[in-house]
T-cell receptor, first 114, second 114 residues
Framework: ETGVTQTPRHLVMGMTNKKSLKCEQH?????MYWYKQSAKKPLELMFV???????ENNSVPSRFSPECPNSSHLFLHLHTLQPEDSALYLC?????????????FGSGTRLTVV | AQTVTQSQPEMSVQEAETVTLSCTYD???????LFWYKQPPSRQMILVIR??????QNATENRFSVNFQKAAKSFSLKISDSQLGDTAMYFC???????????FGKGTLLTVNP
C-alpha cells in the first residue's frame, strides 16, 4: 500500500443509483484531492480540501458531492450519474497546499455508469 | 494558466536500452516544480522524479534522469537500462502558482520489450 487507500476498486452503477467512493490516508497530510482520469484526456482536478475545508471546486456538476469529515478521509458521493461520468477516479494527498513535493495518489476507483 | 505538452503518445524500447520521453510546458510562474509520474497497469500513480525550477542541476534518481532546459521550457525524462517493469504511462506534471495546482500532460505510453 502506498499510504492512500481507495475503495471500492471497481464500481458499476446505474444512472439512478447513489453510491460513494472512499479515500483514506495515514500520511499526516493536510490536503486531499479528487481527480478524474478519462481515456485520451489529461487528469482533471475536481475538488481540493485543505484542513477539511473545501478550497476548490473545479466546475464539477452537482451530481458529484464531496465530503471531508477529517484530514484523513475524503468521500465522493455520486447520484444520478451519466454514462460520460465513467472514468477512473483518483484520490491524492499532499503536505499542505504546496505541491513542491508532489502528491501521493491512491490506486483509483474504476467507475462504470450503465 | 499552465499547460504541459507531451508530443509522444506512445513509445517502445528494448530491455536494457535507453529511452527519452519529451515534455514541454508553458508557465507564467517564476517558482514552480516539475515532476514525472508513472502509472503502470496497476493504476497507481507513482512519483518518479522531481525538479525544482530554481535549481539548474538536473535531477537524477537511479536509472532516471531529466534534462531540464528552463529557457526552452523543456523537461525530458531519460530512462537508462530499461526494465520490463518500466512499462507504464508516463505523465509530465507542472506544479506552480499561488496554490501549486498540478497540471498534467496527456501522457506517453512506454512499452519495454524483452
Amino acid at each position: 500500500e502506498t499510504g492512500v487507500t481507495q475503495t471500492p476498486r471497481h464500481l458499476v452503477m446505474g444512472m439512478t443509483n447513489k453510491k460513494s467512493l472512499k479515500c483514506e490516508q495515514h500520511l499526516g497530510h493536510n490536503a486531499m484531492y479528487w481527480y478524474k482520469q478519462s481515456a485520451k484526456k489529461p487528469l482533471e482536478l475536481m475538488f481540493v480540501y485543505n484542513f477539511k475545508e473545501q478550497t476548490e471546486n473545479n466546475s464539477v456538476p452537482s451530481r458529484f458531492s464531496p465530503e471531508c469529515p477529517n484530514s484523513s478521509h475524503l468521500f465522493l458521493h455520486l447520484h444520478t450519474l451519466q454514462p460520460e461520468d465513467s472514468a477512473l477516479y483518483l484520490c491524492a494527498s499532499s503536505q499542505g497546499r504546496e505541491g513542491g513535493y508532489g502528491y501521493t495518489f491512491g490506486s483509483g476507483t474504476r467507475l462504470t455508469v450503465v | 494558466a499552465q499547460t504541459v505538452t507531451q508530443s509522444q503518445p506512445e513509445m517502445s524500447v528494448q530491455e536494457a536500452e535507453t529511452v527519452t520521453l519529451s515534455c514541454t510546458y508553458d508557465t507564467s510562474e517564476n517558482n514552480y516544480y516539475l515532476f514525472w509520474y508513472k502509472q503502470p497497469p496497476s493504476r497507481q500513480m507513482i512519483l518518479v522524479i522531481r525538479q525544482e525550477a530554481y535549481k539548474q542541476q538536473n535531477a537524477t534518481e537511479n536509472r532516471f534522469s531529466v534534462n531540464f532546459q528552463k529557457a526552452a521550457k523543456s523537461f525530458s525524462l531519460k530512462i537508462s537500462d530499461s526494465q520490463l517493469g518500466d512499462t507504464a504511462m508516463y505523465f509530465c506534471v507542472h506544479s506552480g502558482g499561488s496554490n501549486y495546482k498540478l497540471t498534467f500532460g496527456k501522457g506517453t505510453l512506454l512499452t519495454v520489450n524483452p
